[in-house]
């Protein structure tokens, strides 16, 4: 069974940059998809970013495109979350999630997809 490990969140001005780490035990991590998915207080999870197996494909919700960027090593199973221009309203516990769904693209975006969860790592972007 895979697990997965948030790390990197913290607290950052407006405008700053923070850089998340998602850590997979087990040999068999670069078989799934894995992704980024958020949650504010009084609010759902929300999808963030979504990297395929081998990298090739990734996927970002429209709110932080052009801000974050997602990527993967799978030598060394680390997912990333390099997180630019941040604002107030990126402020939520991050998770990382694992699948090994393969199917409509718009499923990676519904967290339900996902069948393998991190703790969840806190990121605060102040004004």
């Known amino acids: 069974q895979v697990q997965l490990v948030e790390s990197g969140g913290g607290l950052v001005q407006a405008g700053g940059s923070l850089r998340l780490s998602c850590t997979a035990s087990g040999r068999t991590a670069s078989t799934y998809t894995m992704g980024w998915f958020r949650q504010a207080p009084g609010k759902e999870r929300e999808f963030v970013a979504r990297?395929?197996?081998?990298?090739?494909?990734?996927d970002y919700a429209d709110s932080v495109k052009g801000r974050f960027s997602i990527s993967r090593d799978n030598t060394k199973n680390t997912m990333l979350l390099r997180m630019n221009s941040l604002k107030p309203e990126d402020t939520a516990v991050y998770y990382c999630g694992a699948t090994k769904y393969v199917g409509q693209n718009n499923l990676y975006r519904d967290s339900r997809t996902y069948d393998l969860w991190g703790q969840g790592t806190q990121v605060a972007v102040s004004s």
């Open positions: 990297i395929s197996q081998r990298g090739a494909i990734t």
